[in-house]
């Protein structure tokens, strides 16, 4: 496999999404390998031994992505056994020309904590742990967002994303076999309704979850999974909630489409 | 000040990451905007409308970040009234030479669902919840990694970045203040010793972070906060444990610290 390293000042999570969505065009295999938080000449040198030492092994020059702009880094990097891409360089100058601005590169500011938004992520985490699969429903004067679906529909994966990612507070709450007689929304659920985001999921992946964790339970039944996922998305239009289905999305994916739809104000970008 | 776009025919997420990265170069303030999930000509017709009308609105070009594939679509995008830049095409025809093999584009292969992580990912979201705040300590033979330190250290984020970005099984426990007078580890750490690292964080901090969740108690006080912290890092030292301080740290940068020092195995890239 053809060894790829993504390096930085930083996490290098900017070269990993780099350099991933290059190499995911190409249908091969590669041995990836992060190097984070090259700050200094030294840790430089020691990243240009690895991937050497690597280029030797392997017989065919690592793909090396990179985001360095000390130039003093950024010499040692480009001169490693390995073919260098650095997709700064291309963009900067026309930018520069464009905002008729210079670019003041400092060290790794992106990701990193001065980016301001550390309160208010941490704060909507805590805020999902506390309101997550309706573990209490009298603070949903606080939610940006609250999530309703069946259990097992994806709703704390995204609370959690929404909160991690963006630091919007996103509540959960779960409708249940006992809600099913009758379904309606709940008066807490109710003051709140512009809030309100449905998630549903196909009734064969939902049985397949819930099997996992109770096996050949009524829970994991096809007869419960479809009864509740007919029940739910019966309420979704009634009320006219907004909803998605999750079945082929991922976490990224849902959490797109939810806020295409609604439009919340991220507190990160 | 001057409009941005994030535009892709998925989450978006690698054109933010990427325009992102370049914007924050600049001593300026940009309006982002993202629009994801561009995935036919009509709402290609669509996205150019709005660029449009916001480059008529704010008589600047819009910047326009994009990772079209698809050449429909992408001319469409091209002939907006904005400023395009679309880093695949820098990249793609070197790498296809380098690599020899043609890049073969799909519609959004990342941030996807059909990255196979998902699965690891929710799994380890739910042991992350499972085995927060030391709330099951017989579950670690399952644990990637065991994160430890004094209650509001960054246990808690961390773990779900973990769990959530990379699809490794995090627990965590806390040492509270009963814990204090003879700090040791107990023996359902002792057992995975290999697995645990430290957190910890200046006593300042801590004291505000603590301070807004409990004002004016011992929990937050400024002898309780620094008792504790000189016994846990006193504890780390003597066990050999590893740790960092989370002080000046998001969460992004305390997770590539982690998997820096471990070696932790990502089960998504």
């Given at each position: 496999?053809?060894?790829?390293?993504?390096?930085?000042?930083?996490?290098?999570?900017?070269?990993?999404?780099?350099?991933?969505?290059?190499?995911?065009?190409?249908?091969?295999?590669?041995?990836?390998?992060?190097?984070?938080?090259?700050?200094?000449?030294?840790?430089?040198?020691?990243?240009?031994?690895?991937?050497?030492?690597?280029?030797?092994?392997?017989?065919?020059?690592?793909?090396?992505?990179?985001?360095?702009?000390?130039?003093?880094?950024?010499?040692?990097?480009?001169?490693?056994?390995?073919?260098?891409?650095?997709?700064?360089?291309?963009?900067?100058?026309?930018?520069?020309?464009?905002?008729?601005?210079?670019?003041?590169?400092?060290?790794?500011?992106?990701?990193?904590?001065?980016?301001?938004?550390?309160?208010?992520?941490?704060?909507?985490?805590?805020?999902?742990?506390?309101?997550?699969?309706?573990?209490?429903?009298?603070?949903?004067?606080?939610?940006?967002?609250?999530?309703?679906?069946?259990?097992?529909?994806?709703?704390?994966p995204t609370s959690l994303y929404l909160a991690l990612q963006?630091?919007?507070?996103?509540?959960?709450?779960?409708?249940?076999?006992?809600?099913?007689?009758?379904?309606?929304?709940?008066?807490?659920?109710?003051?709140?309704?512009?809030?309100?985001?449905?998630?549903?999921?196909?009734?064969?992946?939902?049985?397949?979850?819930?099997?996992?964790?109770?096996?050949?339970?009524?829970?994991?039944?096809?007869?419960?999974?479809?009864?509740?996922?007919?029940?739910?998305?019966?309420?979704?239009?009634?009320?006219?909630?907004?909803?998605?289905?999750?079945?082929?999305?991922?976490v990224e994916?849902i959490t797109?489409?939810?806020?295409?739809?609604?439009?919340?104000?991220?507190?990160?970008?």
């Amino acid at each position: 496999m053809r060894p790829a390293f993504y390096i930085s000042d930083g996490t290098a999570i900017t070269s990993e999404v780099f350099g991933h969505a290059l190499l995911s065009l190409f249908p091969m295999e590669f041995e990836h390998h992060t190097i984070s938080f090259v700050e200094t000449v030294a840790k430089a040198e020691e990243a240009k031994a690895k991937i050497n030492a690597i280029s030797k092994r392997s017989g065919e020059k690592p793909l090396v992505f990179h985001t360095f702009v000390n130039p003093e880094i950024r010499a040692i990097i480009d001169s490693c056994d390995a073919i260098i891409y650095n997709f700064l360089e291309h963009f900067v100058s026309p930018l520069e020309k464009e905002l008729n601005v210079q670019a003041k590169p400092k060290a790794h500011r992106t990701h990193s904590i001065h980016e301001n938004s550390y309160d208010y992520r941490i704060d909507a985490v805590n805020y999902a742990l506390a309101n997550d699969d309706g573990s209490n429903v009298t603070n949903y004067a606080d939610a940006d967002i609250i999530l309703v679906g069946v259990s097992r529909s994806g709703k704390t994966p995204t609370s959690l994303y929404l909160a991690l990612q963006y630091g919007i507070k996103a509540a959960n709450y779960p409708f249940t076999d006992d809600d099913m007689d009758e379904l309606k929304l709940p008066n807490f659920l109710k003051q709140h309704k512009k809030k309100i985001f449905g998630l549903t999921i196909d009734p064969e992946r939902l049985m397949d979850i819930r099997d996992n964790r109770r096996a050949n339970s009524k829970y994991s039944s096809a007869r419960q999974c479809r009864m509740e996922l007919r029940e739910v998305e019966k309420l979704y239009k009634k009320e006219k909630i907004p909803f998605i289905n999750s079945t082929k999305f991922s976490v990224e994916e849902i959490t797109a489409k939810i806020l295409a739809e609604t439009g919340l104000r991220r507190h990160k970008y």
